[in-house]
């Protein structure tokens, strides 16, 4: 491992990753994975694995809160929340943007076209990933048949992605002891914390997220009015504490709510919002910005479309993102604790086994979209597309944002 980066170092990464997250939580994990272990080196390959599989475990955007723990690990309280920011900042803006445009002008078409561009290299940098980690991860037979069991739960079952996650957890949990084989991670000497202290900080944590969700909501309530900002500041704090099993889990409730129970949209409002999430930087679940927004657009009151959509799009942004910052933060001292019990080890171990298994499925989905077209002809081109870039990142090496930039 190279000698850890200067804050302003990782600030440039932090900010760079911003722009260049496409893909999902698996294209983001897999930019992560190649960036921060393989090529800088910030970040051993067992310490990431780690956090991954703390992650997984957690509500929220899983690569979000994954950036959140790697810039705690190198820069404390501060690099968390420069990393979790700077994930999640390009990317909200980007869409904002796009909101406008959508909301103002009605056509983004062009914006579709241009980043329809990035999803062959998405689906190459995916499968990049799951090659990379499968080669780490899968150190025996039992692991290698945890990845292929998480597969076909989740590919052809259609078992929730937590179920997939708590049944291998809980095989290696029972079988750490008896198979060494199962402990892909090793254990980290750390100092023991008494639970006086680990209730202390969790309590101080706690009433510090309460007062930064409170006060600017009172504040933005006093100034502009309670609707819709704090019905929507409830509603997508409720859904990040629930969002287990990433974006798509959620997303058919959160649009279910959204369109008929609130009228904060219509049904093709949010397939483009979903489409356009898809198609730029940073976490899925951004989509909720653009539900923010168009709460703000279709109801202003006495502040007026533009300022409401996008006092709209920030609550939403805020109470979306702040548990998740707080969930990596709370527990991030913790996570290496957890390599000192050998069935915690042996589940950890059978997480990642199973998580190889998960991103495969990514790589399936993504291809799939991006193969055929709507016709359901093949796109010769798009796998031209594919090959070249796989290629690319498995031979030559390539750093990553001219892949992307090249798509």
């Not at 390959?45 to 475990?57: E, S, T």
């Not at 799951?130 to 692991?143: E, K, M, N, P, Q």
């Not at 409830?234 to 609130?262: D, I, K, M, S, W």
Request: proline share 6%; glycine share 8%.
């Amino acid at each position: 491992m190279t000698p850890s980066p200067t804050f302003s170092d990782a600030l440039r990464f932090w900010l760079k990753l911003g722009f260049i997250s496409f893909g999902g939580p698996a294209g983001q994990i897999a930019i992560m994975q190649h960036e921060l272990v393989d090529q800088r080196r910030w970040i051993e390959q067992d310490a990431f694995l780690r956090a991954l599989n703390f992650c997984m475990l957690l509500p929220g955007p899983e690569a979000t809160q994954l950036a959140t723990y790697i810039g705690w690990k190198l820069h404390g309280m501060k690099g968390g929340l420069a990393a979790g920011v700077l994930f999640v900042l390009p990317g909200a803006l980007i869409l904002y943007a796009l909101a406008w445009i959508a909301a103002a002008r009605g056509d983004t078409t062009l914006v579709g076209a241009v980043f329809a561009g990035l999803k062959p290299v998405v689906v190459a940098l995916v499968f990049h990933a799951v090659w990379r980690i499968a080669r780490r991860a899968l150190r025996s037979g039992i692991a290698v048949a945890l990845a292929v069991g998480a597969f076909a739960a989740v590919e052809l079952a259609h078992a929730p992605f937590p179920v997939v996650v708590l049944v291998a957890g809980a095989i290696g949990w029972l079988i750490a002891g008896r198979s060494p084989d199962m402990e892909n991670t090793h254990a980290v000497p750390v100092d023991p914390e008494p639970a006086s202290s680990f209730s202390a900080r969790v309590l101080r944590m706690a009433a510090l997220y309460v007062a930064l969700l409170v006060i600017p909501l009172g504040i933005v309530a006093a100034v502009a009015g309670p609707d819709p900002y704090l019905s929507l500041a409830r509603f997508f704090t409720q859904t990040a504490f629930v969002t287990f099993g990433g974006a798509y889990a959620v997303l058919p409730y959160v649009a279910e709510v959204a369109v008929n129970h609130f009228h904060w949209l219509s049904p093709d409002q949010m397939i483009n919002g979903l489409a356009l999430a898809e198609t730029t930087p940073g976490p899925l679940i951004l989509v909720l910005q653009y539900v923010g927004f168009f709460a703000g657009w279709n109801a202003p009151g006495a502040l007026g479309p533009f300022m409401a959509a996008t006092l709209g799009a920030a609550v939403t942004t805020y109470a979306t993102f702040l548990p998740s910052l707080f969930l990596i933060l709370i527990g991030a001292p913790y996570v290496e604790r957890i390599t000192q019990v050998k069935s915690a080890r042996g589940a950890l171990a059978a997480i990642t086994s199973a998580v190889v298994g998960v991103m495969a499925t990514l790589t399936v989905f993504f291809a799939k979209q991006v193969v055929f077209t709507s016709d359901g002809d093949i796109d010769v081109v798009a796998i031209i597309a594919i090959v070249v870039a796989l290629a690319v990142l498995l031979r030559f090496k390539l750093s990553l944002h001219w892949v992307v930039l090249a798509g």
